[in-house]
């Protein structure tokens, strides 16, 4: 048997150093916890940004990186997201100001899982995470969301008696 060893060899050459067109290995969701909490906790980064949107809720991107992105968002109370995915990003959130409540679904055992999310505290989560996010208090919250790689596409689902059932499907172009 021969090798072709020729079809191995890289198209550069040889004393080019190879261009690195791997895409980054995405951020741990306990890597991307760490950044939303460290940003937290650091107003002075951001507060002055903030602002508040009857229409829907407010975000605004922080970081655009080859392998991560954060987003600032704010919520009025009863502003939520609905079931949604993150396209295959694992994801992390922290609230800074306010407190919000999470809903998602554990084994079929437990059900429909209900986590208050107050201030000070962070959720992190991996690729296949479905979750709907809402501000059910009285007063207005302020989150930090970090996602690896970006966000490429996400997708939204109806909870129904049989489970979740995706309804639709937004890129970047939407927000
Ligand atoms: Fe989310």
């Known amino acids: 048997m021969s090798l072709d060893l020729a079809a191995e060899t890289p ?3 040889p004393d080019t150093p190879p261009a690195d067109e791997s895409p980054r290995a995405p951020l741990t969701p306990s890597t991307l916890r760490t950044v939303v909490r460290e940003l937290a906790e650091q107003p002075e980064q951001w ?3 903030v602002r508040l949107s009857t229409e829907e809720r407010w975000y605004r991107r922080l970081v655009a990186d080859d392998d991560h992105e954060v987003w600032l968002i704010s919520w009025l109370p009863g502003q939520s997201t609905g079931f949604h995915d993150h396209g295959g990003s ?3 959130f922290a ?3 306010g407190e919000l409540e999470e809903l998602s679904l554990g084994g079929p055992e437990q059900g429909l899982l209900i986590r208050r999310v107050p201030a000070g505290t962070a959720r992190a989560f991996g690729p296949e995470y479905v979750h709907d996010v809402r501000n059910t208090a009285s007063g207005p919250a302020v989150t930090l969301h970090a996602y690896s790689p ?3 596409s ?3 689902y109806d909870l129904r ?3 979740l059932v995706r309804t639709s499907e937004e890129g970047p172009e939407q927000w």
């Open 150 to 152: 970006p966000l490429g």
């Open 11 to 13: 198209p550069h050459a």
């Open 95 to 97: 609230v800074a100001l």
């Open 161 to 163: 008696a049989g489970g």
């Open 47 to 49: 507060i002055h940004l």
């Open 154 to 156: 996400m997708a939204h």
């Open 90 to 92: 694992r994801g992390a």
